[in-house]
């Protein structure tokens, strides 16, 4: 009996011992563990209290150090030594690059060959907004689905630093990585190597740069290389490329381009025409432009002119408002009766011109044709500003306020750099031409399919921005055009004097190539 007494009591303390243990968990994760911004603590607490039995090792990345030689080993221990130190570098672990070797300014993560679950991305999402100075992530075969993907990228808002992301060999099913560059994104530079990238991804991609309404304008370069991307794939991306002003550099080397999408390429460098919608959208914003223009211009007008101009519209009917044939006509033949009473009666009938009962409000014109006493008491209405808008010279101290002022009319022609629509246009042979894409400085198409044809094509654009720059002068300000074009490896004869013609307008302006006597310039690849 004393002995089952015993085993009784010693159940019943493990029970207790296990209670308590279950209640202690249970407080513990109920309670909200707060980042501290140093990754080695947070994410093994983090991985502890998800239940995560084993937990990736947090390093800081080595650097590349020339180690000194050392003696040759036995030749078992030598292989043994090297198939430890293989499959070291692929246990899962999360290395980390510091700012000033400070454990606290992680720059860049870097995660390879393990599977990144669920569980554990909720965890990234808790320790990476804490990093402030995280400005990379590389994450490099970790099993990302389309589920996953679509969870890390609501993770980026939360790191405002975050420019550059890397995911290389990762395909997913459904194609998509067109959520990593919304119109709203901060990423900067984006790497999709080897993820089996085809047509129909490239087309989602294509949207993601650039459509009738919406153009990402944060992304600097794109590379796209070692994918499945044909000539329907370039053509979507040339469609991307269209009206899209913020990208700088695109690889789209190891792909499966022929000469017809190296020719949708080459198409969007130089001057190309728009289509009937894009047509009627760049006249559609020239008018809400040309209005908006307008309304600046009656902002600018003295304090009373511009206060009967309110007063005006609010007592006209509805039908009446957006008429500006009546505004125009309306101080003209007043200018006339005006003309021809006496001088005593003008002053009267000026004070009349832009009351509401007469519906008359001075336009620019008219304005500007008034007599001198008029515009001597218009003068002493106006602000300091408004008076060098009216007689272009000023006092000295005037003309530092003049330094300072026009800064603000200049803010609203970022529009033009935001929608290219409103770029000067030519017009020839009933079409309207946009001088191309100008922007994207480096473009690379190395080992795909291009023949003598696509060269072609490529020369052709060349060509075009060559005498552009002409025109404009080595000091012009503005885009600047392709400085390095790279089409080594395709399908051409080495001796091809279309490619050679190409180096030859090419090598001046690449900044990479090395400058030094003819036989090495023209070894250069382009």
């Not at 911004?37 to 995560?52: H, N, S, Y």
């Not at 860049?108 to 569980?119: Q, S």
């Not at 309207?432 to 480096?442: A, D, E, S, T």
Request: charged share 25%; proline share 6%.
């Amino acid at each position: 009996m004393g002995k089952k007494s015993e085993r009784a009591a010693k159940e019943r303390a493990a029970a207790i011992a296990l209670e308590e243990e279950a209640k202690s968990a249970a407080r513990h994760s109920d309670e909200e563990y707060q980042c501290t911004g140093l990754l080695e603590q947070d994410f093994p607490e983090l991985c502890a209290r998800a239940g995560l039995t084993y937990i990736p090792r947090v390093t800081v990345r080595p650097r590349a150090v020339s180690l000194p030689e050392e003696p040759e080993a036995a030749e078992g221990q030598a292989s043994a030594t090297h198939i430890q130190s293989k499959y070291a570098y692929f246990r899962p672990r999360i290395q980390t690059e510091l700012e000033l070797d400070d454990p606290k300014s992680v720059r860049e993560v870097f995660m390879r060959g393990w599977k990144i679950e669920d569980k554990m991305l909720g965890i990234f999402s808790k320790c990476l907004p804490a990093l402030g100075n995280l400005q990379a992530l590389h994450l490099w075969k970790v099993g990302l689905t389309d589920l996953l993907l679509s969870s890390l990228v609501s993770i980026f808002p939360s790191c405002p630093n975050l420019k550059t992301l890397s995911l290389e060999g990762n395909p997913l099913p459904e194609g998509s990585f067109y959520k990593l560059i919304p119109e709203d994104s901060t990423l900067a530079h984006v790497s999709l190597r080897n993820n089996s990238i085809d047509d129909a991804a490239a087309w989602q991609l294509g949207q993601a740069l650039s459509t009738l309404t919406t153009a990402n304008r944060s992304l600097v370069s794109l590379t796209l290389s070692f994918n499945h991307i044909g000539d329907v794939g370039a053509d979507h991306i040339a469609q991307g490329l269209r009206l899209n002003r913020s990208l700088l550099s695109l690889s789209l080397a190891h792909n499966r381009i022929r000469d017809e999408g190296a020719a949708r390429l080459a198409e969007v460098l130089g001057p190309f025409a728009l289509t009937h919608t894009e047509v009627v959208e760049r006249r559609r914003l020239l008018l809400e432009k040309e209005s908006q223009e307008r309304s600046r211009v009656v902002r600018m007008l003295p304090g009373p002119w511009c206060q009967q101009r309110h007063e005006v519209k609010a007592d006209r009917p509805s039908s009446l408002v957006s008429n500006t044939t009546i505004d125009k006509l309306q101080p003209t033949k007043q200018g006339k009766n005006m003309a021809k009473k006496k001088e005593p009666q003008k002053k009267e009938e000026r004070g009349q011109v832009g009351s509401p009962s007469l519906g008359g409000v001075p336009s620019g014109p008219a304005f500007t044709t008034a007599k001198k006493e008029d515009v001597k008491q218009a003068k002493k209405t106006l602000t300091t500003p408004e008076q060098k808008i009216v007689r272009g010279k000023g006092a000295k101290s005037g003309n530092k306020e003049k330094r300072n002022q026009p800064l603000e009319p200049e803010v609203p022609e970022l529009t033009e750099i935001m929608n290219p629509l409103l770029e000067q246009a030519e017009h020839r042979e009933g079409k309207v031409f946009l001088p191309g894409n100008h922007v994207l400085i480096n473009l690379n198409l190395t080992r795909n399919q291009i023949t003598e044809q696509g060269l072609r094509a490529f020369l052709a654009a060349v060509e075009s921005q060559q005498q552009q720059w002409s025109k404009a002068g080595a000091g012009a300000k503005g885009q600047t055009g392709l400085l390095r074009l790279s089409l080594g490896k395709n399908h051409f004869p080495a001796e091809s004097e279309t490619f050679a013609r190409i180096q030859e307008l090419m090598l001046p302006r690449d900044p990479l190539a090395k400058q030094g006597p003819k036989d090495e310039e023209q070894s250069v690849p382009t």
